[in-house]
C-alpha cells in the first residue's frame, strides 16, 4: 500500500512503514496518537505534520536556555535542528552574528546534506525549544515526501533572502538607516521585537554603545519603545523614512 499523503487530508495511508534498505532507515511502527509537533506552525504545516509523524520515534525534543549551543564550530552536525519556538543566532568563528532564526527555522541541514563540519556555530538567545532529526531520517524525507523537499527548498530560499537583507541592511547609510532598516524587518509580522543592543550591534558590526544612541533617538522621536530585552513598534511609517535616511523626527 503507498505511503504517499492522501491529497484530501495530507495524511500519511495506515500502514506502517516496511523495511526497505533503498528508501531510508529501517521501522516498523504505527503513528503515535499524540502529535509530536504539537504548536508548532509556519514551515510544519499540515502536509509536512504528516511526513514527520511517520517518524515520531526518532524524532527528540530539547529545552535551551540562552547561551546554549546546538552546535559550535569544527563539529560534525549528525542532525538537524527545527526551531518550534525562540530565537537562535548563527555566528561565525569571530563571533559576528550572521543570521538571527526563529519559529519554524532549520539549523543543521546544509552540515547534514553536504557532511562537511560546521563553519559556524549554532546558540540559543532566548528559552528556546527545538525538535532534533537525525540526519539519515532527514534525507530519507527530502527523498520520500515531495512536500517536506519543497518546504525544505523554502526554509532555504528564505535563509538566502535573510543573508542578502542583513547585506542591504548594512549598506543602507548611516547608522541610524541601518538600524532602522533592520528593525523594519524586524517589526515585519509582529510590533515586538526581542532584539538587544548586543544583538543588533553583532548584526551590523559595530560598538553597542552606538546602537544604544540611536535607539536613544528613535525613542525620543516617539518610532520605537525600548524596554528590557525588548522593543515596541509605534511608529511604522516614521521607522521606514528613517531607513531610508529621512530625519527621525520627520513624519511628513
Sequence with gaps: MSETPSRATGEPAPSARSHD???????????????????TSSFIDQQLRAALRVLAP?????????????????????????IERGLVALRSPGSATLMLLRE????????????????????ALLDTDIIRLPGDEFRWLIQRYPAFALRWSDAMACRMAGYERRL??????DLRAQVSSLLLHEFADSDVTHLTHQMIAELLGVQRTSISRVVSQLVHHEIVESGYAHMRLRDRTALARAALGYSAGSHT
Design 21 to 39: 534498505p533503498a528508501t531510508g532507515p529501517s521501522a516498523a511502527y504505527t503513528a503515535p496518537h499524540r502529535d509530536p509537533l504539537s504548536g
Design 58 to 82: 526518532k524524532l527528540r525534543h530539547h529545552k535551551l536556555s540562552p547561551g546554549d549551543r546546538i552546535f559550535s564550530v569544527g563539529a560534525k552536525v549528525g542532525a538537524i535542528s527545527i
Design 104 to 123: 519554524s527555522g532549520i539549523v543543521g541541514d546544509v552540515e547534514v546534506m553536504t557532511e562537511i563540519r560546521a563553519e559556524k556555530e549554532a546558540t
Design 168 to 173: 542591504l541592511d548594512m549598506l543602507a547609510g
